[in-house]
T-cell receptor, first 112, second 113 residues
Framework: GEDVEQSLFLSVREGDSSVINCTYTDSSSTYLYWYKQEPGAGLQLLTYIFSNMDMKQDQRLTVLLNKKDKHLSLRIADTQTGDSAIYFCAEPTYNQGGKLIFGQGTELSVKP | EAGVTQFPSHSVIEKGQTVTLRCDPISGHDNLYWYRRVMGKEIKFLLHFVKESKQDESGMPNNRFLAERTGGTYSTLKVQPAELEDSGVYFC???????????FGPGTRLTVL
């Protein structure tokens, strides 16, 4: 079955770059997602990447996709204390309208 | 436009009691999903409604869980009787027909003592 794996914790200093990694198993996914959960809030879609892309950049966020290794990463440049949150990668089980398979979430702690 | 709302935000009950969680999706969204995150673990899918019909309930843990979406608007998830392992955060999400993005509610934190 589908499986998504992430490391659980990451601690960085303000201003540094953060890299959150994820591995997945279902190579048929059309999209791969990154969700962010701030304390006390719901899940917010942060960014996504089409499976036919290798990289997507959106301001301070860079998503890298290595389809061969089924590896996805999220890089946050110039990390701020407001970036402290739990980050989940997720893949849909089919193209549209399908359930999401999530990783365990990576808790990012940004120290001033 | 209002987002997905969930009620209550927190619930603390004793083992054996019944709890009902409610989710109000974004108006016009036919797809409604329930997910659950047990402490420190991954967010797991529970079930998916399309309008009032259960499209996929493969993630429901057992028959102590009952989800309904009468009229295809809001949904309820009832746990009866609750067990200790049911503790966690229950998320609801909705999406449009053919839409890729699921919009999540803030979750209900359930604690079973």
């Amino acid at each position: 079955g589908e499986d998504v794996e992430q490391s659980l914790f990451l601690s960085v200093r303000e201003g540094d770059s953060s890299v959150i990694n994820c591995t997945y198993t279902d190579s048929s996914s059309t999209y791969l997602y990154w969700y962010k959960q701030e304390p006390g809030a719901g899940l917010q879609l942060l960014t996504y990447i089409f499976s036919n892309m290798d990289m997507k950049q959106d301001q301070r966020l860079t998503v890298l996709l290595n389809k061969k290794d089924k590896h996805l990463s999220l890089r946050i440049a110039d990390t701020q204390t407001g970036d402290s949150a739990i980050y989940f990668c997720a893949e849909p089980t089919y193209n549209q309208g399908g359930k999401l398979i999530f990783g365990q979430g990576t808790e990012l702690s940004v120290k001033p | 436009e209002a987002g997905v709302t969930q009620f209550p935000s927190h619930s603390v009950i004793e083992k054996g009691q019944t709890v009902t969680l409610r989710c109000d999706p974004i108006s016009g969204h036919d797809n409604l999903y329930w997910y659950r995150r047990v402490m420190g673990k991954e967010i797991k899918f529970l079930l998916h409604f399309v309008k009032e019909s259960k499209q996929d309930e493969s993630g429901m843990p057992n028959n102590r869980f009952l989800a309904e979406r009468t009229g295809g608007t809001y949904s309820t998830l009832k746990v009866q009787p609750a067990e200790l392992e049911d503790s966690g955060v229950y998320f609801c999400a909705s999406s449009q027909t053919g839409g890729n993005e699921q919009f999540f509610g803030p979750g209900t934190r359930l604690t079973v003592l």
